[in-house]
T-cell receptor, first 111, second 110 residues
Framework: SQQGEEDPQALSIQEGENATMNCSYK?????LQWYRQNSGRGLVHLIL?????REKHSGRLRVTLDTSKKSSSLLITASRAADTASYFC???????????FGKGTRLHILP | NAGVTQTPKFQVLKTGQSMTLQCAQD?????MSWYRQDPGMGLRLIHY???????DQGEVPNGYNVSRSTTEDFPLRLLSAAPSQTSVYFC?????????FGSGTRLTVV
């Protein structure tokens, strides 16, 4: 079974609005990562947050991690048409070396 | 700096045929993985390697073999292709701060 699960499965917002996606996971982790995938392309690494960190920023991206709830959120501020993509979380579990992905959130930015 | 290179980009196989998907990275990363991506399923881990000479199974290893004789190369072998292996395959390598992905191989088994 997959470790991470993103919510919602799909999200449509107006350009300029903020987009929030959530990821829940099942077991203790070393770190959690977020990736973007444009249609038909490979995945691009966005940000990594370690288990001892609670919040991290990169440009318009803000990631939070709550290890007590086993959840993370990705916030994209001031969305742009180019942010239209699928977003995946991936967890690096403490118990092994596997990096497991969730099923992703499809984000559509409306003009 | 080429990153992660996957070949071929597209492949059609007949049921029962075997083939090898190639993956090479030039970043001296120890950790490499193979994933398959199917509609609505996200990425599922097939096999991974934490260094040359070391491989281990992921979530969906059946029907696939890997080897890691060098740091740079991590080929994925399909032993006897089945229609259920129709998918997009991604290779990825990592050092400490996240994966670098290849551009993928789109495989169709007929």
């Amino acid at each position: 079974s997959q470790q991470g699960e993103e919510d919602p499965q799909a999200l449509s917002i107006q350009e300029g609005e903020n987009a929030t996606m959530n990821c829940s996971y099942k077991t203790s982790i070393n770190n959690l990562q977020w990736y973007r995938q444009n249609s038909g392309r490979g995945l691009v690494h966005l940000i990594l947050i370690r288990s001892n960190e609670r919040e991290k920023h990169s440009g318009r991206l803000r990631v939070t991690l709550d290890t007590s709830k086993k959840s993370s959120s990705l916030l994209i501020t001031a969305s742009r048409a180019a942010d239209t993509a699928s977003y995946f979380c991936a967890t690096d579990a403490e118990r092994d070396d596997k990096i497991i992905f969730g099923k992703g959130t499809r984000l559509h930015i409306l003009p | 700096n080429a990153g992660v290179t996957q070949t071929p980009k597209f492949q059609v196989l007949k049921t029962g045929q075997s083939m090898t998907l190639q993956c090479a990275q030039d970043m001296n990363h120890e950790y490499m993985s193979w994933y398959r991506q199917d509609p609505g399923m996200g990425l599922r881990l097939i096999h991974y390697s934490v260094g040359a000479g070391i491989t281990d199974q992921g979530e969906v290893p059946n029907g696939y073999n890997v080897s890691r004789s060098t740091t740079e190369d991590f080929p994925l072998r399909l032993l006897s292709a089945a229609p259920s292996q129709t998918s997009v395959y991604f290779c990825a390598s990592s050092y400490l701060d996240g994966y670098t992905f290849g551009s993928g191989t789109r495989l169709t088994v007929v």
